[in-house]
């Protein structure tokens, strides 16, 4: 239902890979009337939207991201500059030492474009895009094979290609912008790169909501470092 053909079809097929984002709208009058409830009305208008994750908190210059919030991807190509020269990566480079590619970063289109290993290698690229890609013709992984990095980990089926829930776009996208997708750059420190947090403190669902159930606000108790089930215990990938 969700391809052009409206088939299914072979990862192979250019019509496999779609491009999806989210928005969220509001209306555009708050009437207060304390000590009565406040009341919305008027029209509805974009005041965020979501493709890939984090993209506006890791790539999107201080100044701009409300713009590019209200926005749509088919004029992202005002926001090319910061997704082809990341202020993350000269921060990685300035902080920390660490080597990255020099921009323009065409390493990061296949994240911005229908490019492999998302999209076959038939297809139109497209212009530049925050759009979350996912090939409908990959098989999705079992629980038991699934990792946690996806397709930086060889998991077809994990983000950047779709993104499931226990996929870790922090570590994943950090890398990229550390230009582990360039052979050259996915070496030790870059490849290394994350926020600690290797795995939910709860295991996922397979079935709707997915999500683990909310801790209990009275009986749960924190998990410390070195304890087990604390992420530090947990492999890597």
């Given at each position: 239902?969700?391809?052009?053909?409206?088939?299914?079809?072979?990862?192979?097929?250019?019509?496999?890979?779609?491009?999806?984002?989210?928005?969220?709208?509001?209306?555009?009058?708050?009437?207060?009337?304390?000590?009565?409830?406040?009341?919305p009305?008027?029209?509805?208008?974009?005041?965020?939207?979501m493709?890939?994750?984090?993209?506006?908190e890791?790539?999107?210059?201080?100044?701009?991201?409300?713009?590019?919030s209200?926005?749509?991807?088919?004029?992202?190509?005002?926001?090319?500059?910061?997704?082809?020269?990341?202020?993350?990566?000269?921060?990685?480079?300035?902080?920390?030492?660490?080597?990255?590619?020099?921009?323009?970063?065409t390493?990061?289109?296949?994240?911005?474009?229908?490019?492999?290993?998302?999209?076959?290698?038939?297809?139109?690229?497209?212009?530049?895009?925050?759009?979350l890609?996912?090939?409908?013709?990959?098989?999705?992984?079992?629980?038991?094979?699934?990792?946690?990095?996806?397709?930086?980990?060889?998991?077809?089926?994990?983000?950047?290609?779709?993104?499931?829930?226990?996929?870790?776009?922090?570590?994943?996208?950090?890398?990229?912008?550390?230009?582990?997708?360039?052979?050259?750059?996915?070496?030790?420190?870059?490849?290394?790169?994350?926020?600690?947090?290797?795995?939910?403190?709860?295991?996922?669902?397979?079935t709707?909501?997915?999500?683990?159930?909310?801790?209990?606000?009275?009986d749960?108790?924190?998990?410390?470092?070195?304890?087990?089930?604390?992420?530090?215990?947990?492999?890597?990938?």
């Open positions: 239902m969700l391809t052009r053909t409206g088939t299914k079809v072979a990862s192979t097929d250019p019509a496999a890979t779609i491009g999806v984002f989210g928005t969220t709208s509001r209306q555009r009058v708050l009437v207060r009337r304390a000590p009565l409830g406040s009341v009305s008027g029209s509805f208008s974009q005041v965020q939207r493709g890939n994750p984090l993209n506006n890791l790539l999107i210059g201080t100044g701009f991201k409300d713009t590019w209200l926005s749509q991807p088919a004029n992202d190509s005002q926001f090319a500059s910061f997704a082809l020269d990341p202020l993350l990566a000269r921060v990685f480079n300035a902080v920390y030492g660490v080597s990255v590619p020099n921009p323009p970063r390493d990061l289109l296949p994240l911005l474009q229908y490019m492999a290993p998302i999209a076959a290698p038939s297809t139109a690229p497209g212009p530049v895009a925050d759009l890609r996912l090939n409908t013709g990959v098989a999705p992984t079992s629980a038991a094979n699934r990792k946690r990095l996806g397709l930086l980990a060889m998991d077809g089926a994990g983000y950047p290609n779709g993104r499931r829930v226990s996929d870790d776009v922090t570590d994943i996208s950090a890398r990229a912008v550390a230009g582990v997708l360039n052979p050259a750059f996915n070496v030790s420190p870059n490849k290394f790169i994350g926020d600690g947090v290797n795995t939910n403190d709860r295991p996922y669902q397979e709707f909501p997915y999500v683990a159930f909310a801790n209990s606000g009275r749960r108790r924190h998990v410390d470092p070195g304890e087990p089930g604390c992420t530090g215990t947990c492999p890597t990938n």
